[in-house]
């Protein structure tokens, strides 16, 4: 098995390509709100919604990485206010092997998904996208990494080691 591949993303570049993802979306709306898959959604969705002005915001919560691994996903919280999706538009940071966008495809089969980032096993799931790297890319999200991975400051605190 071959070591997987990394992909650096910046504020700034995750602000250019939010905002790159909003410009697909404008002609598509108005939507009646946004729904961000959390966590990695959450940004992008801010910047989505204040570029096409929506000021409701809804989340859905789906759990399926520990750092670099993958679980099945799992609903941890759900975006009660959107229905069935119709006339919301779902927003996440990437869609990769498509397990957390299958649920919430289940969970909101009218809405419209997009995401900034798409690999090719689930590309087939979203509407829109703004990039797309391979399926062996892990990208590192600048809530991730400093210079380099640091793990998040709950965890590092309970097991009594400093966050740094």
């Known amino acids: 098995m071959t070591s997987p591949r990394y992909y650096t993303v ?10 790159a993802l909003a410009w697909r ?13 959390t966590r990695g959604g959450l940004i992008p969705a801010a910047i989505v919604a204040r570029e096409l002005e929506c000021r409701v915001i809804e989340t859905v919560s789906i759990l399926t990485y520990e750092e670099e691994e993958r679980g099945e996903p799992r609903v941890a919280k759900l975006p009660a206010a959107a229905g069935d999706g119709t006339g919301w538009l779902l927003v996440d940071d990437l869609v990769d092997t498509g397990g ?20 090719p096993l689930g590309r087939p ?11 062996d890319t892990w990208i590192l999200f600048p809530w991730d990494t400093e210079p380099q991975f640091i793990a998040p400051i709950a965890k590092a605190h309970a097991s009594g080691g400093n966050a740094a």
Do not use: C, M, N
């Open 25 to 37: 979306l404008v002609g598509l709306g108005p939507f009646t709100g946004i729904v961000a898959i």
């Open 125 to 135: 799931l979203v509407d829109t996208f703004i990039t797309e790297v391979s399926q």
């Open 100 to 119: 957390t966008a299958r649920v919430v495809r289940a969970l909101l089969p009218k809405a419209h998904f997009a995401t900034v980032y798409a690999k």
């Open 10 to 19: 910046t504020w700034d570049q995750l602000h250019r390509d939010s905002k």
